[in-house]
């Protein structure tokens, strides 16, 4: 499956809104440090179920478990737009 985020992509997210599978989320695992960005699959004990769009790489559910999900994102913006600096004049 092709990923739905690329490098230099930016990502609006929405804390405390409501998720349904198939959400792209913001989360983390517990005794795991930083946030990932997975795609939210279903509510399971103890949290959400949320693996990645790559099959090959299980840094996700597979691997830690259910994770809490700390908000949902909302819009994208592809790389170039994130990456553009404001002109010095």
């Known amino acids: 499956m092709v990923p739905t985020l690329r490098d230099g992509d930016t990502i ?9 599978p198939g959400d792209v ?3 983390r695992f517990s005794g795991q440090p930083g946030l990932v960005v997975k795609r939210a699959l279903r509510e399971v004990p103890g949290g959400w179920w949320v693996e990645g769009d790559n099959d090959a790489v ?14 949902r ?16 004049a």
């Open 58 to 71: 299980a840094d996700d559910s597979r691997r830690y478990g259910p994770a809490v999900v700390e908000g």
């Open 73 to 88: 994102a909302l819009l994208r913006w592809w790389g170039v737009l994130a990456s553009a600096s404001p002109s010095t």
């Open 25 to 27: 989320v913001v989360a």
């Open 12 to 20: 609006l997210v929405r804390r405390g809104s409501r998720i349904r």
